[in-house]
């Protein structure tokens, strides 16, 4: 069981993790928290594919919170007509329910569509968006 406190010590904001694998970490920001969460395997990303177009974050949060703590869900949408693209991210705390919600949903039939759910990979570092055209010499 990890515990996350927030200290100020010497005029500065620190967020501070306690548990049993970690004695005690210090942050800076929420933000290198998360990394910390997300790369330590603390925090489980799943990702979800083939979700129906009128799929909303509450929907997808409720869908896993049957199996545990989610920690966010978020539907990713289009910018321009806001309508959602298909697929989804999900968070939970717990690496145990994670893993049980992958495995129970996957293919499971939501909305007449069979969803794809699966251990988010990490994010690949995108090097240009023109595939190497215009490069500076």
């Not at 933000?31 to 925090?43: A, E, G």
């Not at 999900?90 to 069979?114: N, W």
């Amino acid at each position: 069981m990890a515990i996350i406190t927030y200290l100020r010590m010497d005029n500065l904001s620190y967020i501070a993790l306690v548990n049993n694998s970690f004695p005690l970490v210090f942050f800076t920001s929420a933000v290198f928290l998360r990394y910390f969460l997300l790369n330590y395997c603390i925090i489980m990303n799943i990702y979800v594919s083939n979700l129906g177009y009128s799929f909303q974050d509450e929907d997808l949060s409720q869908l896993f919170g049957a199996y545990g703590d989610v920690s966010s869900a978020k539907v990713i949408t289009d910018k321009f007509t806001n309508r959602s693209k298909g697929f989804a991210f999900v968070e939970m705390p717990d690496k145990q329910a994670a893993e049980t919600a992958i495995r129970e949903l996957d293919g499971k039939m939501i909305e007449g569509r069979p969803v794809k759910v699966s251990e988010a990979r990490p994010r690949e570092e995108n090097r240009s968006r023109n595939n190497g055209y215009n490069k500076r010499w």
